[in-house]
């Protein structure tokens, strides 16, 4: 076969591999309300994707970060922010002097949690950090690292003072990044300048891969990492109880056009629907889904390779349901090999 025609075999193989890992249907999950709160803007660095998910009953749910159908080896990646038409000038944002510290957390031989502290944040830092006996106050980012053959590679952040996540799948073999996209939320959403969640402590347990959360308006949640490969990150999202009186969960993006976008398509799967429903990020309106992907088609020239995210397996137990044909995740993470 001649070289093209092989590199052209496996990038089709690679891209229905990541799609068969995102867009799997939970098929008896518990219907949300999904609901889009997007706006258009100028400005590439501001967050003006916003997709809600509303149901009082789901107590648990999944979260997977899977690379986007297009990613193939030797594209081209763009990680450069774009500050074209921006003015960050009214936005909210506490200044202190200083320069960012970085601590580490946590570091075995598979896993590192590194903190960050900076001097400036947009709200007051409230939240504590709690890693066995480490416990910190007024850390703005956390990140998790796991270990790969040429060191260890960055999966997953919280930013623990306004509840914003931001995940991605480990690279594969023949690239060695790719970036962050989207964001999302967990927990009771409230409104102060921006969708947040306020949290008043995270704790990071690393032999289960789980942060457990407690919330300013009561409550509680765990994050866990059931998977972190090359084609995916899952997470295992449960509440103590169901959230009442607005969304449970957010994403968070950017759109300008198609060819500038961190996330430019949606597609749900409405309750009991023999097929899904597609749309523009921009155009959809809402649905009652039991699944969601959001992600993109076609390359952006705004980080080029961050993930799609899909939403599935809402369940009002414990944990989330999971596809038929996907057995439970063992546990802890396999390390990365």
């Not at 960055?154 to 799948?169: F, S």
């Not at 704790?203 to 084609?231: C, H, I």
């Not at 295992?236 to 060819?259: C, N």
């Not at 992600?295 to 390779?305: C, D, E, K, V």
Request: charge should be neutral; charged fraction near 25%; proline fraction near 8%.
């Amino acid at each position: 076969m001649p070289h093209c025609l092989r590199l052209i075999a496996a990038t089709f193989i690679f891209a229905v591999s990541a799609v068969v890992q995102a867009n799997a249907a939970s098929l008896d999950g518990l219907a949300v309300e999904v609901k889009n709160q997007s706006e258009p803007v100028l400005c590439a660095e501001k967050d003006n994707v916003a997709v809600s998910f509303a149901n009082k009953n789901v107590r648990s749910f999944r979260i997977e970060a899977a690379h986007p159908v297009y990613l193939s080896a030797g594209m081209r990646d763009n990680f450069e922010a774009d500050w074209t038409a921006c003015d960050m000038s009214a936005d909210p944002n506490y200044k202190a002097p200083g320069e960012p510290k970085k601590l580490t957390l946590y570091e075995d031989t598979a896993l590192w949690i590194v903190g960050y502290r900076y001097p400036a944040f947009w709200r007051p830092s409230n939240a504590t950090v709690r890693i066995g006996d480490h416990v910190e106050k007024g850390i703005h980012l956390l990140q998790v690292w796991l270990r790969r053959t040429d060191g260890a590679e960055e999966v997953l952040v919280l930013y623990p003072q306004d509840g914003y996540w931001r995940p991605r799948p480990m690279t594969p073999l023949n690239m060695r990044n790719t970036p962050y996209g989207s964001s999302f939320l967990v927990g009771p959403i409230e409104h102060d300048g921006r969708p947040l969640v306020k949290i008043n402590e995270v704790t990071f347990d690393p032999k289960t891969r789980a942060f457990s959360l407690t919330f300013e308006k009561g409550g509680s949640a765990t994050v866990k990492m059931v998977k972190a490969d090359t084609n995916r990150l899952a997470l295992d999202v449960s509440f103590d109880k169901g959230i009442s009186g607005g969304p449970f969960a957010m994403l968070r993006s950017m759109y300008i056009t198609e060819f500038n976008n961190d996330t430019a398509r949606i597609a749900v799967r409405e309750q009991g629907a023999k097929g899904w429903r597609e749309d523009n990020i921009m155009k959809f309106d809402s649905a009652h889904a039991t699944d969601i992907w959001i992600g993109r088609l076609t390359p952006s020239q705004h980080n080029t390779a961050s993930p799609d995210i899909v939403f599935n397996s809402f369940s009002d137990g414990p944990y989330p349901k999971r596809p038929k044909s996907e057995p439970p995740p063992a546990l802890p993470i396999t390390k990365p090999q």
